[in-house]
């Protein structure tokens, strides 16, 4: 037994050791692991750091490009590009900036006082002729730099010069009138509701045809002539002439005498219907389907039920009570210019009636001065100005060029400096969806669309009837405009931090 026992404890301890072996061997691999993601830690802050350090020389770079090109030339030109890269370089190098506008500036002044010098000086007229060519020629490359942004050639708009970027902001959302636009989007909107009653009465009664003409899916009503749907789509045109005639009279007000079928779809106040005129439609489709026989038996050896008539309105009552035919909205369009990346602006702004321009900052940044350059508005007969939550900011208009001096007249609308207009981040946006509004829409389409939360991007307003419509919501920081036609704009210069 005594044997036994050693040869047992001897066991103990070899057991003792390899859990010591095993536990060092643990606390090794952990040290080693451990070490291994600190080092894994500091190369990705060295990557990081030196792509910053990269980034970092390449604006110095350019800087020191910039300054070297003002400082070499006679009558030096800051071109747009110049500006985005100063714009992005103004919170490091604010010093250098300074300087290079410094510079342009005296050398610009040196220029214009030996103009005005030599201009007195018969004596001097071969270099007043050279100065005056010089000077010919560094303004017809400011011009030539004005036309490539300000000039709204080949269908292009207008485009931010210094305004708000990528870095900053998700991007900027317009809204804007279009009559012309809104008149067919009723056409549409109405043909649409025609189409899903007919489609409804059709798959719920198997043997039943209604007897209207419809467009096919491709149909292109934005091609609308009213002369040929009336020919080729004859109980077509007419119902959506009589549902024409329930809106416009329902939003009739005293002194409204229009009499043809477009005046009274512009005279339309908004998109869709209410409840009451919902009601109102739904008698109007049934009622002419009914009143003109326009349903018939698709097997003529089974004649239709008697009740036909009956189950025609239900239909299309029930139809029409749903909640997408119960909704008004402001029959206005919006859209988003996103930023596709930190130094990307507005471009391509096209010539619209905007009502208003919002910011859409994903940060929270601070508006110190604004200014714009807008062209074909009625001077006389345009208000601008930003509104904000807690007051207005008045927008001073002046003329900026004219046609005989550049081929556009012009007009800058800018604000006084050293505003300090807070602005948290922009809510009323999917992003997880920063496109969807990129191509433009009216705030019905949007309304309408599946599997989209419009509520992020309207909300509930009362009309002047007290009536609830949808409109679309702002932001802290809205630029507005008052016009009575159509024309372009663009940011000239936002300074915020």
Same mark, same amino acid.
């Given at each position: 037994?005594?044997y036994? +026992?050693?040869?047992?404890?001897?066991?103990?301890?070899v057991?003792?050791?390899?859990?010591?072996?095993?536990? +060092?061997?643990?606390?090794?691999?952990?040290?080693?692991?451990?070490?291994?993601?600190?080092? %894994?830690?500091?190369?990705?802050?060295e990557?990081?750091?030196?792509?910053?350090?990269?980034?970092?020389?390449?604006?110095?770079?350019?800087?020191?490009?910039?300054?070297?090109?003002?400082? &070499?030339?006679?009558?030096?030109?800051?071109?747009? !590009?110049?500006?985005?890269?100063?714009?992005?370089?103004?919170?490091?190098?604010?010093? +250098?900036?300074?300087?290079i506008?410094?510079?342009?500036?005296?050398?610009?002044?040196?220029?214009? /006082?030996? =103009?005005?010098?030599?201009?007195?000086?018969?004596?001097?007229?071969?270099?007043k002729? $050279?100065?005056v060519?010089?000077?010919?020629?560094? *303004?017809?490359?400011?011009?030539?730099?004005?036309?490539?942004?300000?000039? /709204? $050639?080949?269908?292009?708009?207008?485009?931010t010069?210094?305004?708000?970027? @990528?870095?900053?902001?998700?991007?900027?959302?317009?809204v804007?009138?279009?009559?012309?636009?809104?008149? #067919?989007? *009723?056409?549409?909107?109405?043909a649409?509701?025609?189409?899903?009653?007919?489609?409804?009465?059709?798959d719920?009664?198997?043997?039943l045809?209604i007897?209207?003409e419809?467009?096919?899916?491709?149909?292109?009503?934005?091609?609308f002539?009213?002369?040929?749907f009336?020919?080729?789509?004859?109980?077509?045109?007419?119902?959506?002439?009589?549902?024409?005639?329930?809106?416009?009279?329902y939003?009739?007000?005293?002194?409204?005498?229009?009499?043809?079928?477009?005046?009274?779809?512009?005279? #339309?106040?908004y998109?869709?219907?209410?409840?009451?005129?919902s009601v109102?439609?739904?008698?109007?489709? &049934?009622g002419y389907?009914?009143?003109? +026989?326009?349903?018939?038996?698709?097997?003529?050896?089974?004649?239709?039920?008697?009740?036909?008539? /009956?189950?025609?309105v239900?239909?299309?009552?029930?139809?029409? &009570?749903?909640?997408?035919?119960?909704?008004?909205?402001?029959?206005?369009?919006?859209?988003?210019?996103?930023?596709?990346?930190?130094?990307?602006?507005m471009?391509?702004? &096209?010539?619209?009636?905007?009502?208003?321009?919002?910011?859409?900052?994903?940060?929270?940044?601070?508006?110190?001065?604004?200014?714009?350059?807008?062209?074909?508005?009625?001077f006389?007969?345009?208000?601008?100005?930003? !509104?904000?939550?807690?007051?207005?900011i008045?927008?001073?208009?002046?003329?900026? %060029?004219?046609?005989?001096?550049? =081929?556009?007249?012009?007009?800058?609308?800018?604000?006084?400096?050293?505003?300090?207009?807070?602005?948290?981040?922009?809510?009323?946006?999917?992003?997880?969806?920063?496109?969807?509004?990129?191509?433009?829409?009216?705030?019905?389409?949007?309304?309408?669309?599946?599997?989209?939360?419009? %509520?992020?991007?309207?909300?509930?307003?009362?009309d002047?009837?007290?009536?609830?419509?949808?409109?679309?919501? @702002? =932001?802290?920081?809205?630029?507005r405009?008052?016009?009575? /036609?159509?024309?372009?704009?663009?940011?000239?210069?936002?300074?915020? !931090?």
């Amino acid at each position: 037994m005594a044997y036994n +026992d050693e040869e047992d404890y001897d066991d103990e301890d070899v057991e003792d050791d390899d859990l010591e072996e095993d536990a +060092d061997e643990d606390a090794l691999l952990q040290e080693e692991e451990a070490e291994d993601e600190e080092e %894994s830690e500091k190369e990705i802050v060295e990557e990081a750091k030196a792509e910053k350090e990269a980034k970092d020389k390449i604006l110095q770079n350019k800087l020191k490009g910039i300054k070297k090109r003002v400082a &070499s030339s006679i009558y030096p030109v800051i071109t747009f !590009s110049d500006r985005r890269v100063m714009a992005q370089a103004k919170k490091k190098y604010a010093k +250098d900036i300074i300087e290079i506008e410094q510079l342009a500036m005296n050398k610009k002044a040196v220029v214009r /006082q030996t =103009g005005s010098s030599v201009g007195t000086s018969m004596s001097s007229v071969l270099f007043k002729v $050279g100065i005056v060519f010089v000077i010919i020629i560094a *303004i017809a490359a400011v011009f030539d730099l004005m036309f490539s942004w300000l000039s /709204q $050639g080949d269908g292009e708009g207008m485009s931010t010069q210094f305004g708000v970027n @990528g870095e900053d902001f998700y991007g900027c959302r317009v809204v804007y009138t279009d009559e012309d636009q809104a008149k #067919i989007d *009723i056409i549409r909107d109405y043909a649409g509701v025609v189409q899903a009653a007919v489609t409804l009465l059709e798959d719920n009664n198997a043997n039943l045809d209604i007897t209207i003409e419809l467009p096919s899916a491709e149909y292109n009503y934005d091609n609308f002539d009213e002369t040929t749907f009336a020919s080729e789509y004859a109980d077509l045109y007419n119902v959506i002439s009589l549902m024409v005639d329930d809106v416009y009279s329902y939003d009739q007000t005293e002194g409204m005498t229009e009499s043809t079928f477009e005046e009274k779809i512009a005279a #339309i106040k908004y998109f869709g219907f209410d409840k009451n005129l919902s009601v109102t439609i739904a008698e109007t489709i &049934s009622g002419y389907i009914n009143d003109n +026989d326009k349903y018939a038996p698709i097997d003529e050896d089974e004649p239709i039920d008697s009740s036909i008539e /009956q189950v025609i309105v239900d239909s299309i009552n029930s139809l029409l &009570s749903e909640e997408e035919h119960n909704i008004r909205t402001e029959k206005v369009y919006i859209k988003d210019y996103i930023f596709a990346d930190s130094e990307s602006m507005m471009e391509n702004i &096209s010539k619209e009636n905007y009502i208003a321009m919002i910011f859409m900052p994903k940060t929270d940044v601070y508006f110190n001065y604004y200014s714009f350059i807008l062209s074909d508005i009625d001077f006389d007969n345009f208000n601008m100005y930003i !509104s904000r939550t807690n007051g207005e900011i008045v927008l001073t208009g002046s003329v900026w %060029s004219t046609e005989s001096e550049v =081929g556009v007249d012009s007009y800058m609308f800018e604000s006084s400096q050293n505003l300090n207009v807070s602005a948290p981040v922009f809510t009323n946006i999917d992003t997880g969806n920063l496109n969807l509004l990129s191509q433009g829409m009216s705030i019905y389409e949007l309304l309408q669309m599946e599997d989209v939360d419009y %509520s992020i991007y309207l909300e509930t307003a009362t009309d002047d009837a007290e009536n609830q419509i949808l409109t679309w919501k @702002g =932001g802290e920081v809205i630029v507005r405009f008052e016009s009575e /036609q159509p024309f372009y704009f663009a940011e000239f210069e936002t300074d915020w !931090s």
